[in-house]
């Protein structure tokens, strides 16, 4: 069983960074892969980025490309998410989600564990 907890969100003005961490329990997550989601009001979620234990990752879309950077720290259990250049359109809230294995997708459902979310808000 792995618990996630989502941290750092917040109230940003354009052009502002901020920087997400998902903190996770059970001793063996760093063999998890980890994606980061997230979902704005009114739309679907939508997948921004993955980091497996080898810190392969899935290519960033065109919507955070150069902006958004995933790494983790397997001696803390914590996957980060740093987010530059922040736009209103960045707006949403952010969840963090785990699958055993080294196997990373952008697919919501292949996740078995996920976090309950943290509020960025990116003002114009």
């Known amino acids: 069983q792995v618990q996630l907890v989502e941290s750092g969100g917040g109230l940003v003005q354009a052009g502002g960074s901020l920087r997400l961490s998902c903190a996770a329990s059970?001793?063996?997550?760093?063999?998890?892969?980890v994606g980061w989601f997230r979902q704005a009001p009114g739309k679907e979620r939508e997948f921004v980025t993955a980091?497996?234990?080898?810190?392969?990752?899935?290519p960033y879309g065109d919507s955070v490309k150069g902006r958004f950077t995933i790494s983790r720290d397997n001696a803390k259990n914590t996957v980060y998410l740093q987010m530059n250049s922040l736009k209103p359109e960045d707006t949403a809230v952010y969840y963090c989600?785990?699958?055993?294995?080294?196997?990373?997708?952008?697919?919501?459902?292949?996740?078995?564990?996920w976090g309950q979310g943290t509020q960025v808000t990116v003002s114009s």
């Open positions: 989600a785990a699958r055993p294995g080294p196997v990373i997708s952008d697919r919501a459902p292949s996740y078995n564990y």
């Open positions: 980091i497996n234990w080898g810190d392969v990752r899935i």
């Open positions: 059970g001793r063996t997550f760093s063999t998890y892969a």
